[in-house]
């Protein structure tokens, strides 16, 4: 049994989290910038930690070893860091992207280049991958994987390859090939070519020995594809025209490989077949999967993260299992995620949330039985933690949806005002964790509402097929029946609802208000589609006309007359509530132009909105200032046309 020890030694007291007094609300901007701990990781031995946290008012990457002291401190500043990873006790990998704009030729102004950069503690100057190699262009594309051969460690990445044109290198093709990198002497060696032509793409999976073990090419004209093993004989192959088919990992056992296929009835299924051929075997048959879980040394699967409202991790072997299970008993009441595990998994690095807690991390010691503190993700008091809790309603047509409702902090459940947040994706869905945003508004006096609406991931296939041509539609009505249902037990005044929403959770906002009429007091809209229409053409442009994206799209969202009767810029002269733009200029996902069309028809239409520019961020608003700058401006909207109740005076 492991008992949590509340008054264990923390780590440094760069890591302490000083809590706010619980007799005002926080303010904003400890919800808005980037989160305090960020993100960690636990070395293969255990003994070292490293963490993307705030030190003395600056974001670092900082490193410890198992009695607290500080190995290295780096400043990684406004970076988009987007993950990290140990390859061995002596390297650490920050997985970076930036945007950068392209010239003639290319089918799109922007993209999203992702680096790898290598730090050696004590050793060298942090580095990039490819940094020396002159043949290699377009940064990283895709992490494989770190293995140790000889003593010394390996890291596999995919890079485009330059061409060589006389006494020049010049790009002949954008798709990548795969790349070996020392992680010591930084020499890249070439282990598997690109694709055979310029409609296929390539993926591969790696062996514990570091040589190849699989590779995916996917043909994008007709969705073909084919499973090849390190010998380039076929092992696996069909047919995906909306390319739902990925090379996973290896196996569970040594010789065999991992595959995810959709059928066309939309169902997801994870396969496992024999590097020599044979019969595919379908694994987990009765699990909803989140996510797969690899053993570092071995490569092999050795476990899943269970897909429902509460994820949970789980293992192939028993020990494993138990432990897991152990972590969980640690925190009852709380959701409990594994972050990170040493090689003999009896050390790891968990993440809870739950009732009173601001996103926490701890390191779990299987063989002491104890709990560390490590950090939490936000310096919020526990009692300044909004509640939250999963709700279940029915549609207009009898589709059960589930939600997910923050409550403000300290308040009757009764007669409140309500910010609806419906996610963006739309394939994704929310959960009842601590969310950064909902948890804003909650500390304000408003209830939260946050839909899975059909078309969500994560719910089954019917539910996910039930979406599709929906936008503006079912799915939109979805999301007004929850609030009925709210309005229906009185948790929530109906006539004080707000609209907030990101991506396609930014449509759903511009949809409330003009598509639909007389819900919502307000609409905010961060970098939200208001053209369908236009958002497919260019989609469709700047993928260079695949043909698989060309057919994922009509068959999730539609076609023709169907895009424009969806598309809330066609119809801003109806809007009948303010509506606040929210747009960062380098976003590539939903491009700027969207907003900034939109901002155009309701200033022809004479309707009031607001529109702010983000300079320098992108679609995931992965940088502290303009986060916060949003945040600041989308709460002051909502407190100006949907003002909260006044907050109840504090206790003596």
């Known amino acids: 049994m492991i008992v949590v020890s509340w008054f264990a030694r923390l780590v440094a007291a760069f890591l302490m989290l000083a809590c706010l007094p619980a007799t005002a609300a926080p303010p904003i901007d400890v919800y808005g910038k980037l989160p305090t701990l960020e993100m960690t990781a636990m070395s293969p031995s255990g003994e070292r930690i490293a963490v993307i946290g705030m030190l003395q008012g600056k974001r670092r990457l900082l490193v410890t070893d198992a009695n607290r002291k500080l190995i290295t401190s780096v400043e990684v500043g406004d970076s988009k860091l987007r993950a990290i990873h140990w390859a ?334 419906p996610h963006g994706g739309p394939a994704t869905r929310d959960y009842p964790v601590f969310d950064w945003w909902a948890q804003a508004y909650a500390s304000r006096g408003y209830a939260v509402l946050q839909p899975n609406f059909r078309g969500s991931e994560g719910l089954g296939a019917a539910f996910r097929l039930a979406g599709r041509g929906e936008w503006g539609r079912k799915m939109q009505t979805d999301i007004s029946d929850g609030v009925a249902d709210l309005a229906r037990q009185g948790i929530i005044d109906p006539k004080r609802v707000c609209i907030v929403g990101a991506s396609y959770g930014g449509y759903a906002a511009l949809a409330g208000v003009t598509l639909q009429r007389g819900l919502y007091r307000c609409a905010v809209s961060v970098a939200g589609v208001a053209d369908v229409a236009r958002m497919l053409s260019t989609d469709i442009r700047e993928s260079g006309q695949n043909r698989t994206v060309i057919r994922a799209l009509r068959t999730e969202i539609g076609t023709g007359r169907d895009m424009k009767d969806v598309s809330p810029a066609n119809f801003a002269a109806r809007a009948d509530a303010p509506i606040m733009l929210i747009h960062g200029v380098d976003d590539i996902v939903v491009p700027f132009d969207q907003s900034r069309q939109m901002a155009a028809a309701l200033s022809r239409a004479g309707k009031p909105h607001e529109f702010i520019k983000l300079e320098g961020e992108d679609h995931w608003l992965s940088k502290g200032e303009t986060r916060l700058a949003m945040l600041k401006a989308s709460v002051a909207f909502v407190e100006q046309h949907n003002p909260p109740d006044p907050a109840p005076a504090a206790k003596p």
């Open 88 to 421: 061995g006790d002596e390297n650490l990998l920050m997985h970076t992207t930036s945007t950068y704009a392209l010239g003639f030729g290319f089918t799109t102004d922007k993209t999203e280049l992702s680096s790898m950069i290598v730090v050696n503690l004590g050793k060298a100057a942090p580095w990039t991958i490819f940094q020396k190699e002159d043949r290699i262009t377009g940064g990283v594309r895709g992490y494989f994987g770190a293995i140790e051969r000889d003593g010394r460690w390996y890291g596999y990445f995919g890079g485009i390859t330059l061409q060589r044109s006389g006494y020049d290198f010049v790009l002949g093709s954008t798709k990548a090939e795969l790349y070996e990198v020392d992680l010591e002497t930084q020499k890249a060696r070439l282990v598997s070519n690109r694709a055979p032509s310029p409609s296929t793409t390539r993926d591969w999976v790696i062996a514990a020995d570091g040589s190849l073990a699989a590779y995916l090419d996917f043909e994008e004209s007709k969705g073909d594809w084919t499973l090849y093993n390190s010998q380039r004989r076929s092992i696996a192959s069909g047919r995906s025209p909306l390319g739902d088919i990925s090379l996973l990992s290896l196996g569970r056992a040594a010789g065999t490989v991992l595959y995810f296929d959709r059928d066309a009835e939309g169902r997801g299924t994870i396969f496992e077949i024999s590097l020599t051929g044979g019969a595919a075997v379908e694994v987990l048959p009765d699990e909803a999967t989140d996510r797969l879980l690899t053993d570092g040394k071995s490569r092999l699967t050795i476990g899943w993260t269970r897909e429902s409202d509460v994820q949970e991790d789980h293992f192939f072997d028993e020990r494993h299992e138990k432990r897991m299970a152990a972590a969980r008993r640690a925190f009852p009441g709380a959701t409990v995620r594994l972050v990170d595990a040493n090689a003999s998994f009896d050390r790891m690095i968990v993440r809870t949330d739950g009732p009173g807690d601001p996103q926490s991390f701890w390191i779990v010691d299987i063989k002491t039985g104890r709990a560390d503190a490590l950090g939490s993700s936000y310096a919020i008091d526990a009692g300044d933690v909004g509640p939250m809790r999963m709700l279940r309603y029915k549609a207009a047509d009898g589709l059960e949806i589930g939600a997910v409702l923050t409550l403000p902090p300290g308040r009757s459940e009764k007669n409140l005002p309500l910010i609806v947040l």
